[in-house]
Structures are given as structure tokens and as C-alpha cells.
């Protein structure tokens, strides 16, 4: 097999973006996200950094220049800015993103902006500790804001916010987060709940959709406008609020999915590859890596995952495949 110098799927699909999670463990007990009793990977499961390192580093030949760290939760990953600063000083890597709770964020800022990350999303779905508990089956909202605003205060900008919309829950946190996120210039971007989730909670009607969230926002708030520099290739549909007040992104992967401009490929926290967050398949990278395999071999299976990626997930038709992967132990 030629080495193609570009990861290109069978639908013209270019991908570039590789979001690696480093952990399965976590903080909290998000009820979309994780059960309360969960048994996580043993410790020698995990891909140590030089691994990570050195399957990131092939991974540069056939045009990955983008990585995101996610979990679980990242930052419970010990020196987790070492491994920020590894990855961003490979040649070809353009940017370094993570994906956080903020639970552990405020004493951690300074030391990732400074190891070189760049782009940074804090989960946060209510500004209700009542909600908050109900919705993670823990406490630590005002770690999250402080995190937030440590964030904020270490250079990254923008700071974007991730809430998870669920009908029936989430409704009454729209606007107050909204406000909030205007108040201190933050991007907000809501994600409309995934099947994904440990207890089968998932049913359709329990999806706030992207168009009843931007109502709920209109009303509350004022009138948004799609934003003039939107970017069709990124997930979020950008809206702008008509006063400037800032910005607010809808991830509509149940409305309106955005696989025909997908750009990513996931790697585990156990060295899995996977093409597609709902992918039923996986391609064990850690196998090969464990066994000496060079970049070409690890090029090789990263083609390979990529070339038998499928159109989109199918959550909109009866033949949806839930994976037996829960959202904790992919990665987001
Ligand atoms: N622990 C980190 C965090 O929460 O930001 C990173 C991992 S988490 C799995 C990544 C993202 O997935 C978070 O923004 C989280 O809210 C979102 N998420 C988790 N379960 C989801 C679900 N069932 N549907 C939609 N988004 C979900
Ligand atoms: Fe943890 Fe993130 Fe899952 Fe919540 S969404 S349980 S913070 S991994």
C-alpha cells in the first residue's frame, strides 16, 4: 500500500483532527455520561505520554495537525500540562485543545496555557447547584467557575462552554447561562443529548433541540443572527446576538448531524482508534505500539480505521446501533 500524505475517506472526507482521550476515570458521575458505579481500566491499560507522543508524531505524515485531549476527565491524567507540552512542540501539530469538567482547572491554568494549549472548552449544563448535583451526582460547581475564570484569566480566548441540552431538565438553565456567558465574554455552545449515555436513559424526546434552545434565547435574552464568518466544516452552528453581545454555537448532532463534514478520528485512552464516535468498530493501536511497530505501521492502521469510516451514524433511523463504548470511555 502507498502511503497517502492526507487521511481522505471514501466521501471526499479530509481529516486532520485527532481528539485523544487520556483517561476513563472522572471526577464526577454526569448521568448522560457515566454510571454511578463504574469499574475503570487498570492504570497499564492506559497509553503512557511517550506512546501517545509517538503515535501523535506518525499520525503529523498523513496531515493530523489538530489534537483535542478529553476524557473522562483529563486534568485527573497526573501532569497533564507535560504531556500538553510534548504534543505541541511535535512538528506539524498547529494546535493543542482540551476538554474539561473545570473541576480541577483553576490551579492548572496557568501551568497548560504555559506548556503551550491554546484552545480550551469547560463543560458546564446549570448555574443551579441543585441541578448541578442532579445532573453530575456530585458537588464542585463553584470549582468549575472559578476554573472558568481562571481560564480566562491565563490568556485563553475564547473560553468556550459546553452544555449538554436536555428536555425536560436543562430548560431553566438556557437563559442564566446565556447571561452568564455574556457577562464574562465567554462562547457558549450547547450540545444537543446524545445516545451515548451508561443507564439507556437516551430516548428522542428527552433532546432539547438547537432551534427550541435558540427560542428559549430570543425570548430571554434577544435575537441571535447566524454568525457572518460561520465555518461549515466545524460542528457548531454559530449564532451572533444581534446587540453583539457575543456568541452563542448550537452541536446539532441529533437535528442535524455533521458527519458529511466530520474531520476526526478518536484514539482511547486504552489505544483504541476509532473512526466515528458512534463507530461500532475499533482498531487497537496500543497493540501495535506495545509491540515495537514503526510510524509506517501505525500509518498504515490509521488509514485503514479512515478508510472504513461510514457515512454518519444512523441515530435518526431504526437500524441505530448503540455502542457498547459509553461516552466516559470514548472521549466526547
Ligand atoms: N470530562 C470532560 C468534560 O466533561 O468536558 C471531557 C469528556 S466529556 C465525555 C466530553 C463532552 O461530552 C462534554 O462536553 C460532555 O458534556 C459531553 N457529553 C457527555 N455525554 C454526552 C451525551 N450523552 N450527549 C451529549 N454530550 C455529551
Ligand atoms: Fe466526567 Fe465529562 Fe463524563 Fe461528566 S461528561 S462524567 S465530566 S467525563
Not at 18 to 42: G, K
Not at 227 to 235: C, E, G, I, V
Not at 267 to 282: H, I
Request: with cysteine.
Amino acid at each position: 500500500m502507498t502511503m497517502p500524505d492526507r487521511l481522505i475517506d471514501r466521501f471526499g472526507r479530509v481529516h486532520n483532527n485527532l481528539r485523544i482521550s487520556v483517561t476513563d476515570r472522572c471526577n464526577i458521575r454526569c448521568v448522560y455520561c457515566m454510571p454511578e458505579n463504574v469499574e475503570f481500566l487498570p492504570k497499564t491499560s492506559l497509553l503512557s505520554f511517550e506512546e501517545i507522543a509517538q503515535f501523535v508524531r506518525a499520525s503529523t505524515r498523513v496531515g493530523i495537525n489538530k489534537i483535542r485531549l478529553t476524557g473522562g476527565e483529563p486534568l485527573v491524567r497526573r501532569n497533564l500540562p507535560v504531556l500538553v507540552e510534548q504534543l505541541a512542540n511535535i512538528p506539524g501539530i498547529k494546535d493543542v485543545g482540551l476538554t474539561t469538567n473545570g473541576i480541577l482547572l483553576a490551579p492548572m491554568a496557568q501551568a497548560l496555557w504555559d506548556a503551550g494549549l491554546r484552545r480550551i472548552n469547560i463543560s458546564l449544563d446549570t448555574l443551579d447547584a441543585d441541578r448541578f448535583l442532579e445532573l453530575t451526582r456530585r458537588t464542585g460547581l463553584e470549582q468549575v467557575i472559578e476554573g472558568i475564570l481562571a481560564a480566562k484569566a491565563a490568556g485563553f480566548d475564547p473560553v468556550k462552554i459546553n452544555a449538554v441540552a436536555i428536555k425536560g431538565v436543562t430548560e431553566p438553565d438556557v437563559v442564566p447561562l446565556g447571561e452568564f456567558c455574556r457577562k464574562h465574554g465567554l462562547e457558549l455552545r450547547f450540545i444537543e443529548y446524545m445516545p451515548l449515555d451508561a443507564g439507556n436513559l437516551w430516548e428522542r424526546d428527552k433532546v432539547l433541540y438547537a432551534h427550541e434552545i435558540l427560542d428559549l434565547l430570543t425570548q430571554g435574552i434577544g435575537p441571535l443572527a447566524p454568525a457572518a464568518d460561520h465555518d461549515p466544516k466545524a460542528p457548531a452552528l454559530d449564532y451572533d446576538y444581534v446587540d453583539g453581545g457575543g456568541r452563542v454555537g448550537m452541536i446539532a448532532s441529533v437535528s442535524r448531524p455533521f458527519c458529511m463534514s466530520c474531520n476526526r478520528v478518536r484514539l482511547t485512552a486504552d489505544g483504541k482508534l476509532r473512526n466515528c464516535l458512534f463507530a461500532l468498530d475499533e482498531t487497537d493501536v496500543r497493540t501495535l505500539i506495545r509491540a515495537g511497530a514503526s510510524d509506517d505501521e501505525l500509518v498504515r492502521a490509521l488509514c485503514e480505521s479512515v478508510a472504513a469510516k461510514w457515512e454518519g451514524h444512523e441515530i435518526n433511523t431504526a437500524r441505530f446501533i448503540k455502542p457498547e463504548r459509553l461516552m466516559h470511555s470514548i472521549g466526547g
